[in-house]
T-cell receptor
Framework: NAGVTQTPKFQVLKTGQSMTLQCAQD?????MSWYRQDPGMGLRLIHY???????DQGEVPNGYNVSRSTTEDFPLRLLSAAPSQTSVYFC??????????????FGPGTRLTVL | GQQLNQSPQSMFIQEGEDVSMNCTSS?????WLWYKQDPGEGPVLLIA?????ELTSNGRLTAQFGITRKDSFLNISASIPSDVGIYFC????????????FGGGTRLMVKP
């Protein structure tokens, strides 16, 4: 079991470039989500998915797209990178049901810098 | 959106000392969670609290779910160097996707 994996670990982009942050989990979890972490602000939810084919917006969705074509994968797309998107991005997954509350697993993160 | 105020923002303590940090919210949560994050890693769950007034321990860690459901605290007893890291509180309301609202974090530094 690899848990939640994220690639790349580090990325530098120029303003206006697009890219996809990858997230995969091998625990057959229905719920997956993306957070960004900025200094002093904790983690903020960008987008989430409750199952394959279903996505919804979180607290800070602007500038990001997601899709969930399979249970395992939940990529995050930056359409036109901006310096304000410089952050550390975390993907998380959890199983369905009340028991899922205490078993949200986080990936190791992707550190993104937009110049 | 909901706001979680976590304090203190940072602490620098001597090994062996006890530590206390807390979170307050402008609105209620059904679940309070405490995570620890090491450098270069994602957050790892320490303690989960599901009922108002609940007091739960995990080794040297003790956390409580406030009666009003708007606050929680985390205590660490007899701190050791490996306790160093950033501690986050998070609230959850059993909504779709198990979404979490995080506090700003408490950076703990322990002097041997």
């Amino acid at each position: 079991n690899a848990g939640v994996t994220q690639t790349p670990k580090f990325q530098v982009l120029k303003t206006g470039q697009s890219m996809t942050l990858q997230c995969a989990q091998d625990m057959n979890h229905e719920y997956m989500s993306w957070y960004r972490q900025d200094p002093g602000m904790g983690l903020r939810l960008i987008h989430y998915s409750v199952g394959a084919g279903i996505t919804d917006q979180g607290e800070v969705p602007n500038g990001y797209n997601v899709s969930r074509s399979t249970t395992e994968d939940f990529p995050l797309r930056l359409l036109s990178a901006a310096p304000s998107q410089t952050s550390v991005y975390f993907c998380a997954s959890s199983p369905v049901g009340l028991a899922g509350t205490d078993t949200q697993y986080f990936g190791p993160g992707t550190r993104l810098t937009v110049l | 959106g909901q706001q979680l105020n976590q304090s203190p923002q940072s602490m620098f303590i001597q090994e062996g000392e006890d530590v206390s940090m807390n979170c307050t919210s402008s609105s209620i949560f059904n679940t309070w969670l405490w995570y620890k994050q090491d450098p270069g890693e994602g957050p790892v769950l320490l303690i989960a609290l599901y009922k108002a007034g609940e007091l739960t321990s995990n080794g040297r860690l003790t956390a409580q779910f406030g009666i009003t459901r708007k606050d929680s605290f985390l205590n660490i007893s007899a701190s050791i160097p490996s306790d160093v890291g950033i501690y986050f509180c998070a609230g959850q309301n059993n909504n779709a996707g198990n979404m979490l609202t995080f506090g700003g974090g408490t950076r703990l530094m322990v002097k041997p």
